[in-house]
């Protein structure tokens, strides 16, 4: 049977799952899509051939709707979805800090719910979709929500009470890595290197390190030590780390976007 997906406000990461959608064999032809803009909307028809509806419409024609829009505007969304949402449509929810049972709430009684957290790299096919299943979501609906984003990325099912650390973790994770990597890139202009050169030169160490971690099974510490020789350079700029407490201000700042991610969840920002 042919499924039909509507991306309900196609923003920065909905327009990443539906680039990466389609890239992953999905037709144009099955994907609608919805926006507050209509330039953006002829925007998105040009670039995917999707078709632009109204959240109405997308209720009514879809038999999955991806909600990704903020978490602040999600509660006016519902309240426009509900009058036109039956309870055998699935609703997936890609907002930081919604909570599966705020959009229970607001739908028909029984609408299967399931909350996912992606992450940008979706856009490459490196993302990593979090998910968790709503109290009416059957665990067809869990696979029907991995098949849609593990076509871009990894998955994992975690518990929903789990969702909020790892909206710290993974979803906002890019984003520490592109910070870490412009400090270093100021760092190597301080070192007296051309810009273009450090970022380049930064930008391959993480690749190497990423690929490194993921695949050669060894522990974050070995690999480290693997690199720090004896009263060498990595040793020096390590101290430096701890002497200004990167790592507990790591540990700080995933802790403020999990509380942010809570705070998120009443909807209200
Ligand atoms: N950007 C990211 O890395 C990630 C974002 N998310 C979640 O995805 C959601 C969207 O985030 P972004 O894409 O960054 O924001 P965004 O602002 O780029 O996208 C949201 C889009 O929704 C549209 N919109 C708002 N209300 C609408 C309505 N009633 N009907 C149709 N369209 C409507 C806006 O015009 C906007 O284009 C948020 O809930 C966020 O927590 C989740 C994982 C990662
Ligand atoms: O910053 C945010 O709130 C969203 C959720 C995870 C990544 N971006």
Excluded: C
């Excluded at 953006?40 to 024609?61: D, F």
């Excluded at 906002?172 to 190597?188: I, N, R």
């Amino acid at each position: 049977m042919t499924q039909t997906v509507a991306v309900l406000g196609t923003g920065k990461i909905g327009e990443a799952l539906l680039s990466g959608m389609i890239r992953a064999g999905w037709r144009s032809a099955d994907l609608l899509v919805t926006t507050r803009r209509s330039d953006r909307a002829e925007e998105l028809r040009n670039r995917y051939g999707v078709e632009p509806v109204t959240n109405a419409e997308a209720a009514k024609r879809a038999d999955t709707l991806i909600l990704a829009v903020k978490p602040q505007d999600m509660g006016k969304l519902l309240d426009e979805l509900a009058p036109h949402t039956a309870s055998d449509r699935l609703v997936v929810s890609a907002a930081a800090g919604i909570t599966t049972a705020f959009i229970e709430e607001r739908l028909a009684a029984g609408t299967p719910v399931v909350r996912v957290m992606p992450n940008t790299p979706v856009l490459v096919d490196e993302g990593m979709s979090v998910i968790s299943a709503g109290s009416h979501a059957t665990p067809a609906h869990v696979a029907h929500t991995e098949e849609i984003f593990g076509g871009v990325g990894k998955t994992l099912r975690v518990p929903e009470s789990q969702q909020d650390a790892a909206t710290a973790l993974s979803g906002s994770g890019p984003a520490y890595f592109y910070f870490l990597v412009e400090a270093m890139t100021d760092a190597g202009i301080l070192l007296g290197l051309p810009r273009a050169q450090a970022h380049d030169l930064i930008v391959q160490a993480a690749i190497g390190a990423a690929v490194m971690l993921r695949d050669s099974g060894e522990h974050p510490v070995k690999l480290r030590e693997a690199v720090t020789s004896p009263a060498g350079t990595t040793i020096s700029a390590i101290r430096e780390l701890e002497n200004h407490g990167v790592r507990a201000a790591l540990i700080a700042a995933l802790e403020a976007a999990r509380d942010r991610s809570r705070a998120l969840a009443s909807g209200n920002g």
